[in-house]
């Protein structure tokens, strides 16, 4: 039996959950443009007027607008110009491009709904119901295409999710029941949709926690998984080679880990590497940076931080790995000028300056079994736009298929960039929308933006 202090301090940690939506005037508007966008966690870059990249990332409640209607990253192009309205910490709320509401969108963004379940924040358990507050960016639409299903006694399957809106396998991870009551709640802040429904369940799952999110299957949708890859689990697929869709166990499971990673556990400390003993998963602080110089034969070097322009030191750690191109090679055989993934520990000054892993990007998109579909070309200015693509994988009834882009990115390219076919080198004039490529780049420093510095054609 659990301790009188064990249950207190359980009962503390739940009611310290914060489920507060926030206000549209505590967003900062910033005019800016869609440069990338990672359908699948829900988070992108855009450019400011000013010039400068900023990401950002959607917290649970949050949905962009499109053509003046709640949209998905996968409806909103590359290049739209528009409002982002940022929470601090580079949270994205949501997006104005100054449109009215558009019919065809707002169908578009109820059916895409209707496939994955309505999204929602679980308020409070009892033995047999959890009541849960749905999110809605738009509650008067959110009224008419969904109230007439929010009534008593309407059948109900509320399934788990993570942060990011993703669900494991609804068919596993969810309870039917019905809907037991339904309460109407302000809308004074952003994210609500001004419902607050109770539904019976069956079982009270791991996943039905206060202030865990949720998607709910209304009556009449069928309860169904998550595309490949934008699933936490690929049931009936073949095993995923992209490790950053897979389930995130440091994001997910955080009290699995004694120490802290860029994921939680940000009251723990990081990881110390030990003489002999290989780091373990998730125990890195990644940063990116353009090699600067170096000296390959004392195992050091310097890196321009991505985006600050900062210059960093860094030393290799022992049997620390190189890689470029997919292939494991010496410091000395890193090209200086372009962008590199530093897994980076502390020292005894607590600086993340020894490196255990440095990788080209090229590497970690091979890693990961990505490349990039060119879906546009604009010569004129140095660009194109391409779609994150997977590779073809078996289906439940054992075909081939190729899964939807799991986002899409603006890459720019000058006159040094090299394009590469097998061992023939040409150049961006030869690239063909269809092409799929894997790159390197250079980082984005002040006045600097990235560009290309060489681009691969990868075989269909």
């Keep these: ?148 299903l929010l009534v008593k006694g309407k059948e109900t399957r509320l399934c788990v999710a993570n942060e990011e809106l993703r669900t494991w396998n609804p068919g596993v991870d969810g309870e039917r029941g019905s809907i037991l009551e339904v309460q109407k709640l302000p809308i004074d802040r952003f994210g609500t949709s001004g419902y607050q429904i109770t539904v019976s369940v069956s079982n009270m799952l791991e996943g039905f926690r206060r202030g865990r999110v949720v998607r709910l299957f209304l009556a009449g949708w069928k309860a169904q998984d998550q595309f490949y890859g934008e699933s936490l689990m690929g049931y009936g697929f073949t095993r995923m080679l992209n490790q950053e869709l897979v389930e995130n166990v440091a994001q997910e499971y955080p009290e699995q880990f004694p120490f802290r990673t860029d994921y939680g556990n940000e009251h723990l400390p990081w990881y110390q590497p030990k003489p002999g003993v290989k780091p373990p998963p998730f125990s890195e602080h990644l940063v990116l940076g353009e090699l600067v110089k170096m000296d390959a034969s004392a195992g050091r070097g310097q890196f321009a931080m991505d985006r600050t322009g900062e210059r960093v030191d860094f030393t290799l750690l022992e049997k620390a790995v190189i890689k470029r191109r997919g292939k494991e090679v010496a410091l000395a055989d890193l090209p200086s000028g372009q962008r590199y993934r530093f897994h980076l520990f502390q020292d005894d000054r607590g600086a993340f300056t020894r490196a255990s892993l440095v990788s080209d990007d090229f590497s970690h998109q091979e890693a990961n079994a990505v490349t990039y579909r060119i879906t546009e070309l604009k010569p004129e200015a140095h660009l194109m736009h391409v779609g994150w693509q997977l590779p073809e994988t078996k289906d439940y009834n054992g075909d081939m298929q190729r899964p939807p882009d799991f986002g899409h990115s603006i890459l720019h390219w000058n006159d040094q960039t090299k394009v590469w076919k097998d061992e023939t080198k040409l150049s961006p004039q030869d690239l063909k929308i269809g092409d799929a490529v894997r790159f390197n780049t250079s980082a984005e420093l002040p006045g600097k933006p990235s560009v290309c510095s060489d681009l691969w054609i990868q075989k269909p």
């Design 1 to 148: 039996m659990r301790s009188l202090l064990a249950l207190l301090l359980l009962a503390s940690s739940l009611h310290a959950v914060d489920l507060t939506f926030p206000k549209l005037t505590d967003a900062k508007r910033i005019r800016g443009e869609l440069v990338s966008a990672d359908f699948v966690h829900r988070s992108g870059q855009f450019r400011t007027e000013k010039g400068e990249l900023m990401d950002f990332a959607m917290p649970p409640f949050a949905i962009l607008k499109h053509r003046g209607s709640e949209s998905d990253l996968r409806d909103v192009p590359l290049g739209a110009k528009m409002d982002f309205l940022m929470l601090p910490g580079g949270q994205l709320l949501t997006t104005d491009d100054g449109q009215k509401p558009d019919p065809e969108q707002q169908k578009k963004f109820r059916e895409f709904t209707e496939k994955r379940g309505v999204a929602g924040w679980i308020t409070q358990t009892d033995a047999k119901s959890a009541t849960v507050i749905l999110f809605s960016g738009e509650p008067a639409f959110f009224e008419s295409a969904f109230g007439s």
